[in-house]
């Protein structure tokens, strides 16, 4: 991913100053590309409940990066990083990456003696972190090519037509994206490939991120409303749909950006393949039945009341609603595996159940049955 002609990351350790971490504000994306620092680890938890950093890998990278900041205030002492950890894992409930880099931080604390260095340690992890999830993303992109690249040779070299949810791209994550990770290797190779993306309502994920980041990279792309996917559908127009996931139980369900299991419902109407782009970070070994145990967070009703644009040279919110009316805003949805055509993951690409899972991950599995 590119922006400007530069490769980059969507967090990182600010060059002038080791006690600021920066990342991009994607609240303002995108009319305007602002940078913004995070100098304590509540502002990394504000950055996450106020969706200046969205998607589940880097929510993940934010929350590390957070608890190396409270290891800087505390002075290197690990009763208040433990404390930020607590107050981190509160602040988004679906996500599972939150968790997992919340809980590797902690175990790298768990093996310090007093004499370490606790501050350098958290630091090392908290990068290794990001390190990772580009080479993973990548691995995505690599083993899901394949499946744009027999589309392309099926179509006789007609365009490839990718239907996408929400924003899967190189902003969910530190850089590559999950479900957008084929589509840009695709490009790399020569493949004509196109994009349908979904506004994705409320936050309009979609329109303002996703949109954003293909023009960035020249990747042909539409934008259409939300319930316009079904008919594209009907009508021949999409070979594949990928999108990501924040959480997947070990039985394959996954849950994603609320209207995700729409798409799926409707790919399986129309015979078109819908796989799940996701990290390994992202499976959750603890659960088995999605609908019963994922939690669903519900946000603020302003975010579907509002909406959020350009007037003139000044962004603006504006009420969309009348004032009295009640408003229900589920963030995510669960679509069961058997709705899923296949899970891609950096090792692989698997049937979305436990058996194929297990294939790919034997040794997560193994340890989550300990």
């Excluded at 949810?165 to 840009?184: E, F, Q, R």
Aim: charged share 20%; net charge negative.
């Amino acid at each position: 991913m590119n922006t400007a002609g530069e490769s980059f990351r969507t967090i990182w350790l600010s060059p002038d100053d080791p006690a600021i971490v920066q990342i991009i504000d994607q609240r303002r994306l995108p009319h305007d590309f602002v940078i913004a620092d995070l100098g304590t680890w509540r502002d990394g938890a504000s950055a996450i409940t106020n969706m200046a950093v969205r998607g589940a890998p880097l929510i993940g990278a934010t929350a590390a990066w957070s608890l190396y900041l409270a290891s800087i205030q505390s002075g290197g002492a690990a009763g208040p990083v433990i404390e930020a950890a607590d107050k981190l894992m509160a602040t988004r409930p679906t996500a599972v990456n939150l968790r997992w880099a919340i809980e590797r931080m902690l175990g790298v604390m768990a093996k310090l003696s007093d004499h370490d260095d606790l501050i350098g340690r958290l630091r090392a992890e908290a990068q290794a972190i990001c390190d990772e999830d580009v080479e993973i993303s990548r691995g995505i992109g690599e083993h899901g090519l394949p499946l744009l690249e027999a589309i392309a040779k099926r179509k006789d070299g007609e365009t490839v037509n990718v239907l996408t949810h929400c924003n899967a791209g190189s902003l969910a994550t530190i850089n590559w994206g999950t479900a957008t990770a084929p589509v840009y290797l695709a490009q790399e190779k020569g493949i004509d490939v196109h994009v349908w993306v979904d506004e994705t309502r409320p936050r309009n994920q979609g329109s303002q991120l996703t949109a954003w980041e293909l023009a960035q990279n020249n990747v042909p792309h539409t934008l259409i409303v939300d319930n316009a996917g079904g008919h594209l559908m009907q009508h021949g127009m999409v070979d594949i749909c990928i999108t990501g996931t924040d959480r997947t139980t070990r039985s394959g369900d996954v849950a994603n950006k609320i209207g995700t299991y729409l798409k799926a419902l409707a790919a399986a109407a129309n015979n078109i393949p819908f796989y799940v782009a996701l990290p390994s970070t992202t499976i959750d070994w603890t659960i088995h039945d999605g609908l019963a145990e994922i939690p669903i967070e519900q946000r603020d009703p302003r975010e579907v009341s509002h909406v959020y644009g350009r007037v003139g040279g000044n962004t603006v919110e504006t009420l969309t609603v009348g004032s009295d009316t009640a408003i229900s805003n589920y963030a995510f949805d669960v679509t069961p595996a058997s709705l899923v055509t296949g899970l891609i993951t950096e090792c692989g690409v698997c049937e979305a159940s436990e058996v194929g899972l297990a294939a790919l991950f034997p040794d997560l599995a193994r340890q989550a049955n300990d």
